[in-house]
């Protein structure tokens, strides 16, 4: 076991499915020479040469065009956009290309293409360097869309989308990048895709999240003197419905807490189903804590637009005194 960062962790796991398998190549901006904006592939390109680990143009749509031809062709590219606001010029390439590949084709061409990207604020980076775009791709079939909140689970989730024959979107919560360590398997292991994971158990109330956010919850579940089940959904798409029906079911009051702003946020659709399968045993409207209807504001506001633990805090007591 190593302690290790979600950075070190990350890095760990593609020198390992590198080292296994040689069809994987790395093609990003600055992720060679540099080890990318935030040294995430650091000294992956010494160790594997230039040619499985490529320096990029500044063109994401070039990156991953090139990345769906790769695949398309055998290989199992990990292309990085660096930073989740540059998606935009890559949509098109994603959306309407890698997605659809298995479906256009019959079959004949699936996409094992894993896209790794920086996402969230907190670090006080300027315009387009702090959203959370999550529910756009989820919107999206075709595409499974995951989002770690710990080391561990981010070297284990990392290679489970690796391995997999169709694309991903594996958002990496660049707050909590070196936030905190945690003890991590050296040797390779996996954590299925599709699977939340229960932080802390209680009966009281069921609180869900994913990426930095749950560092977050965790931190208001200290200060709180209620029972609170805290689930992880590591899994953006597909989500773990089991689990939060399970929990809510027990529980029958629920908070839901993400990043990007509230309106068609995930948080909306995970009430919605909430509400379909597990109307009678709630207790409680659910409450949504979420970024604001806004751009990302800059860094003197950023903080005020994030869900922090005291705003958390509040809902949990506000939904246990309905």
């Given at each position: 076991?190593?302690?290790?960062?979600?950075?070190?962790?990350?890095?760990l796991?593609?020198?390992?499915?590198?080292?296994?398998?040689?069809?994987?190549?790395?093609?990003?901006?600055?992720?060679?020479?540099?080890?990318?904006?935030?040294?995430?592939?650091?000294?992956?390109q010494?160790?594997?040469?230039?040619?499985?680990?490529?320096?990029?143009?500044?063109?994401?749509?070039?990156?991953?065009?090139?990345?769906?031809?790769?695949?398309?062709?055998?290989?199992?590219?990990?292309?990085?956009?660096?930073?989740?606001?540059?998606?935009g010029?890559?949509?098109?390439?994603?959306?309407?290309?890698?997605?659809?590949?298995?479906?256009?084709?019959?079959?004949?061409?699936?996409?094992?293409?894993?896209?790794?990207?920086?996402?969230?604020?907190?670090?006080?980076?300027?315009?387009?360097?702090?959203?959370?775009?999550?529910?756009?791709y989820?919107?999206?079939?075709?595409?499974?869309?995951?989002?770690?909140?710990?080391?561990?689970?981010?070297?284990?989730?990392?290679?489970?989308?690796?391995?997999?024959?169709d694309?991903?979107i594996?958002f990496?919560?660049?707050?909590?990048?070196?936030?905190?360590?945690?003890?991590?398997?050296?040797?390779?292991?996996?954590?299925p895709?599709?699977?939340?994971?229960?932080?802390t158990?209680?009966?009281?109330?069921?609180?869900?999240s994913?990426?930095?956010?749950?560092?977050?919850?965790?931190?208001?579940?200290?200060?709180?003197?209620?029972?609170?089940?805290?689930?992880?959904?590591?899994?953006?798409?597909?989500?773990?419905?089991?689990?939060?029906?399970?929990?809510?079911?027990?529980?029958?009051?629920?908070?839901?807490?993400?990043?990007?702003?509230?309106?068609?946020?995930?948080?909306?659709?995970?009430?919605?189903?909430?509400?379909?399968?597990?109307?009678?045993?709630?207790?409680?409207?659910?409450?949504?804590?979420?970024?604001?209807?806004?751009?990302?504001?800059?860094?003197?506001?950023?903080?005020?637009?994030?869900?922090?633990?005291?705003?958390?805090?509040?809902?949990?007591?506000?939904?246990?005194?309905?």
């Amino acid at each position: 076991m190593s302690n290790l960062t979600l950075v070190q962790a990350i890095n760990l796991a593609l020198a390992q499915e590198m080292e296994a398998d040689d069809r994987i190549i790395l093609l990003g901006e600055d992720i060679g020479l540099n080890g990318g904006v935030f040294r995430v592939t650091e000294g992956l390109q010494k160790r594997f040469g230039p040619e499985r680990v490529v320096d990029s143009p500044l063109a994401e749509s070039g990156i991953i065009g090139t990345s769906i031809g790769l695949a398309m062709a055998g290989l199992r590219p990990i292309p990085e956009i660096q930073f989740e606001g540059f998606m935009g010029p890559a949509y098109d390439q994603i959306c309407s290309h890698a997605a659809r590949m298995r479906t256009r084709s019959r079959g004949a061409f699936t996409i094992p293409m894993t896209i790794r990207v920086p996402v969230g604020g907190g670090i006080h980076a300027p315009e387009l360097h702090s959203d959370s775009p999550e529910a756009i791709y989820a919107h999206t079939p075709g595409l499974k869309i995951v989002m770690p909140s710990s080391p561990y689970d981010a070297k284990g989730l990392l290679i489970s989308a690796i391995r997999d024959p169709d694309p991903v979107i594996f958002f990496e919560p660049k707050r909590i990048y070196r936030a905190f360590r945690e003890e991590v398997p050296e040797d390779e292991f996996t954590v299925p895709i599709g699977k939340a994971r229960v932080v802390t158990e209680g009966d009281e109330i069921t609180l869900i999240s994913w990426g930095a956010t749950v560092v977050q919850c965790m931190n208001a579940i200290e200060k709180s003197h209620r029972s609170i089940e805290l689930i992880d959904l590591r899994t953006i798409y597909p989500i773990d419905m089991p689990a939060i029906v399970s929990s809510v079911k027990k529980t029958g009051r629920v908070v839901i807490v993400h990043e990007a702003s509230k309106t068609c946020g995930l948080g909306a659709e995970i009430a919605a189903r909430i509400t379909e399968q597990c109307f009678l045993h709630l207790e409680a409207p659910i409450q949504r804590v979420t970024g604001y209807d806004t751009i990302m504001p800059y860094y003197k506001l950023e903080l005020e637009y994030l869900p922090e633990s005291n705003r958390i805090g509040t809902a949990l007591e506000e939904v246990a005194a309905y």
